[in-house]
């Protein structure tokens, strides 16, 4: 009798691939776990192809809501984009396919579980750092990264053995999405030189071809999570794949980046993101109207810091737990409307508001009802200034070299005529 291996079965190529190999090299029966997450597919299509391919059992697990609530909405609590860039949609779907991984195969009482992950990529990392946490002693295999083959040659490999996949040598593009963003490598984007073709977007219109006219949303958050959309309330996957239908079709959301890789590599990815693109700018225009000045300054580094720890597949840390216990002290008041204007390829905020606010009008306007007192400027500066003139007085002036002589440069006397 041979024993289990619960594969992460996209029903790409490398995944309808290793159902067979697996078979052939390990003498496994294969599992296939597709984990729902968004991807907006035939799930149903997709069991029958694993088992046509070769796997025992095809199961689908439905983990959009879990996704939103404990992955996305934490993540976008916490401002997370990776280089400024990346929204980490794909970084942010390996967890929690990694705990339902190992669930599954204790489930099934299977010995090891398997990923379609190359040797030199960051989701390999993620899935078995993961893993190893949460179960250490799963087996983990990963057929992609042992088989050798080029992609070229897996996909003639598909080929031989009659395995239909989305890829071929024409169109060699590895993609994964889910209701975070798409991600697009491969074939010519390999090249950085290279305009991304217009073939490889899928949920964004290009700008030339987006509406003439702009068009507006309306953004509502409670405690630093969207519950509202134009006034509507909606669930955390409505809202989302609503703001991706809609800014989508603005050609809001594309994002190519030259991004460094966990492995100690550069990469060119694609990516489309339209409703997180849309939320990350909500959410930190409203931050932005009810945390102080030092909050936001300090939310900006632990910004960096938990987007890097999902990049990096360090989920399950208790750094995380620490990060994520200050983000949500962050957001108690971070309640409010946010309105943004979307128009040929790009999303602006236009409008804020909150019962929160820290923005005072009565302190901000030079107009009428101007509340400000502007007599107590001049003290304000003197002490403000104090260390500065203390400083120059003592250290800097007269100096030949140093920062004075570079930013204040003598004057060269002027010769007089006649």
Known sequence: MSDKVVLAYSGGL??????????????????ALTIDVGNERDFSAIQQKALKVGAVKALVADAKELFVNHFIFPALQA?????????????????????????????????????????????????????????????????????????EQTIEYAQR???????????????????????????????????????????????SEAPDIP?????????????TFNGHKLDGVSLIQRLNEL??????????HLENRLVGIKSREIYEAPAAIVLLQAH?????????????????????????????????????????AYVKSSQCYITGTVRLKLFKGSSSVVGRKSPKSLYNYGLATYDKGDEFDQSASPGFIHIWGLPVRTQVQVQLLGKAEGPLSIMIPKRKKQRRKG
Request: net charge negative; proline share 4%; aromatic share 10%.
């Open 284 to 324: 930190q225009a409203l931050e932005a109207m009810t945390l102080s000045k030092d909050q936001l300054r300090f939310k900006q580094k632990v910004a960096q810091e938990y987007a890097d720890l999902i990049y990096n597949g360090l989920w399950f840390t208790s750094l995380h737990q620490d990060l994520a």
């Open 14 to 31: 490398d995944t309808s691939v290793a159902i067979r190999w697996l078979k052939e090299k390990y003498n496994l029966d294969v599992i």
């Open 215 to 227: 068009e507006y949303v309306e953004i509502g958050f409670d405690k630093g999570i969207p519950v």
């Open 247 to 256: 800014a989508g079709r603005h050609g809001v959301g594309r994002i190519d």
């Open 79 to 151: 401002d997370a984009i990776y280089e400024g860039q990346y929204p980490l949609a794909t970084a942010l779907s390996r967890p929690l396919m990694a705990k339902l991984l190992a669930d599954t195969a204790v489930e099934e009482g299977a010995s090891a579980v398997a990923h379609g992950c190359t040797g030199k990529g960051n989701d390999q990392v993620r899935f078995e750092v993961s893993i190893s946490a949460l179960s250490p002693t799963l087996k983990i295999i990963a057929p992609a990264r042992e088989w050798g083959m080029t992609r």
């Open 161 to 207: 053995y009659d395995i239909t996949v989305p890829a071929t040598t024409s169109s060699p593009y590895s993609i994964d999405e889910n209701l975070w963003g798409r991600s697009i490598e491969c074939g010519v984007l390999e090249d950085p030189w290279v305009e991304s073709p217009e073939e490889v977007f899928a949920w964004t219109t290009s700008a």
